[in-house]
């Protein structure tokens, strides 16, 4: 069965940055659309970034357009998110995801990683 285990997370003051990292346990990583969503305390959870098997495209929620950059490499099964010139309003829980590329929702959920970012 698939796993996600993401990392990277902690404290950071505005303005600063911070990268993720997310590994996937399968043996057909490149199977797999890649996803970043977080969720805020009181908050849903939304989009963030994505990348497709290939890495050939990639999409950000308009928040984190010109900040977050992600990324992965097939050889090592794992989907990074660089994320910098952070804000208050990026603190939250980041979960990785994974879709599989023949369906059309994220199926594969990390636990989670907390991101705080102090003002």
């Known amino acids: 069965q698939v796993q996600l285990v993401e990392s990277g997370g902690g404290l950071v003051q505005t303005g600063g940055s911070l990268r993720l990292s997310c590994v996937h346990s399968g043996r057909l990583f490149s199977n797999y659309d890649m996803g970043w969503f977080r969720q805020a305390p009181g908050k849903e959870r939304e989009f963030v970034a994505s990348i497709t098997r290939s890495g050939e495209y990639t999409y950000y929620s308009d928040s984190v357009k010109g900040r977050f950059t992600i990324s992965r490499d097939n050889a090592k099964n794992a989907v990074g998110l660089q994320m910098n010139n952070l804000k208050p309003e990026d603190t939250a829980v980041y979960y990785c995801?994974?879709?599989?590329?023949?369906?059309?929702?994220?199926?594969?959920w990390g636990r989670g990683t907390q991101v705080t970012v102090s003002s």
């Open positions: 995801a994974a879709r599989r590329w023949d369906t059309n929702e994220f199926l594969y």
